[in-house]
Each structure stands twice: as structure tokens, then as C-alpha cells.
């Protein structure tokens, strides 16, 4: 079955550390999320990357978080210097351009930054 | 700009029974409205979506959602729960054919034995 990876699984670091998640669409699906998941807040969408070009991070701190996709098969999520309300897990999806179509989710990366 | 309420943070049935999960949306055009469920440490999965076809939507693992218009509701039910079904599931709403996605809060399934 085709699944999105997500790497690494668990991060656990130190404030300011620079974290890098990882994420390896679905070969063919052209659009990209990012997610973040907290008890408080949800899911809430970071970035949103269609033929690997940024069209949305509205929802992303900019001062400490980039995200970027190098290439088709490798999206990535950074965040300098890492802060402990950052703990969190941290979700890739991919799909098509029909978004009446399902997106298909990561196992997630779950941060926790002390 | 839409939305999503989902009425029950937490709904507890015996394995064999009905389960019912009530979601309640805001949009301002035609939504489409998706039911995803999350088990432990996984990512999200999706049951069924309604995309402004058949009303009565029907998914994987026998779960079945109604859109109802009138009502402004997409509620999701099972005949009969299985141990398999406790899981966190999530009622989303977009704009038809949009990327964004408007998550409700959840609500956690528990199946009794």
C-alpha cells in the first residue's frame, strides 16, 4: 500500500535545539500539508505546497519555522530555535489537486521539546 | 469561512451497540464534508465524504454519515460497534474543491466490552 513516511517518529530535544522533520509523499500526489496536532488547538494547518511551491503557510511562526520541499519525493519542516510550546505532533499529508479526493496521513512526528 | 462543531468530546458504547457521532458545520457555499478517524499513535484515515452527491454517504468499516442540509449536519453512525472502532474520529468541512480544511475538536470513541 502507498503511504506517506514521516521521519523520525519521536524527537524529543532541548530548547533551542534546531529540530527537522521529515516527510516522503505519496509517489504522484502533488500537494503537500503540514499539520500540527496539540490537545489545546487541534489540528491546525501550517503549509500547503502544490507542485512543490509554498502556496500557504499562513499558519506557520515565521520567525522559527521554514518549510520546503527540495524535491518531489522529500518535504521538510524545520524549526530554529525549537521552543517547549512547540511540543506537539507534527503531521505530513499528501493528495491531488481534487480536493474533494482524501488526503492520505503520516504516522506523524510527535516533538517534545523540555 | 467555515467551520465545525462536533457536539460529543467523548462517546462511550458496549461492543454490539449503535454508535452515533454528531457533527454540526458552518459554510458558506456547498461543502464538502469528510469523517476521519485517528487511532493511537497513527495518522488520520478516511471514513467517507460527502462531495454534494447521494446524502446518505456510506464509508469503510460499515459507517454510514446523512448530510442533512436543513439541519446543517453530518452526523456518523454505525449499527454496531466493534473493540476495533475506539478511536479519536474528526468531522471536516472545506469550501467544495478547497485545500482547507477546517478540522472539529474530535470526539473519542470507547467500546465496551
Known amino acids: 500500500d502507498a503511504r506517506v513516511t514521516q521521519t523520525p517518529r519521536h524527537k524529543v530535544t532541548e530548547m533551542g535545539q534546531e529540530v527537522t522533520m521529515r516527510c516522503q509523499p505519496i509517489?504522484?500526489?502533488?500537494?503537500v500539508f503540514w499539520y500540527r496536532q496539540t490537545m489545546m488547538q487541534g489540528l491546525e494547518l501550517l503549509a500547503y505546497?502544490?507542485?512543490?511551491?509554498?502556496?500557504?503557510d499562513s499558519g506557520m511562526p515565521k520567525d522559527r519555522f521554514s518549510a520546503e520541499m527540495p524535491d518531489a519525493t522529500l518535504a521538510t519542516l524545520k524549526i530554529q530555535p525549537s521552543e517547549p510550546r512547540d511540543s506537539a505532533v507534527y503531521f505530513c499529508?499528501?493528495?491531488?489537486?481534487?480536493?474533494?479526493?482524501?488526503?492520505?496521513f503520516g504516522s506523524g512526528t510527535q516533538l517534545s521539546v523540555l | 469561512a467555515q467551520s465545525v462543531t462536533q457536539l460529543d468530546s467523548h462517546v462511550s458504547v458496549s461492543e454490539g451497540t449503535p454508535v452515533l457521532l454528531r457533527c454540526n458545520y458552518s459554510s458558506s457555499y456547498s461543502p464538502s464534508l469528510f469523517w476521519y478517524v485517528q487511532h493511537p499513535n497513527k495518522g488520520l484515515q478516511l471514513l467517507l465524504k460527502?462531495?454534494?452527491?447521494?446524502?446518505l454517504v456510506k464509508g469503510i468499516n460499515g459507517f454510514e454519515a446523512e448530510f442533512k442540509k436543513s439541519e446543517t449536519s453530518f452526523h456518523l453512525t454505525k449499527p454496531s460497534a466493534h473493540m476495533s472502532d475506539a478511536a479519536e474520529y474528526f468531522c471536516v468541512v472545506s469550501e467544495a474543491n478547497d485545500y482547507k480544511l477546517s478540522f472539529g475538536a474530535g470526539t473519542t470513541v470507547t467500546v465496551r466490552a
Open positions: 505546497f502544490r507542485n512543490r511551491a509554498p502556496l500557504d
Open positions: 460527502y462531495t454534494s452527491a447521494a446524502t
Open positions: 499529508a499528501s493528495g491531488s489537486t481534487d480536493f474533494n479526493e482524501k488526503l492520505f
Open positions: 509517489l504522484g500526489h502533488n500537494t
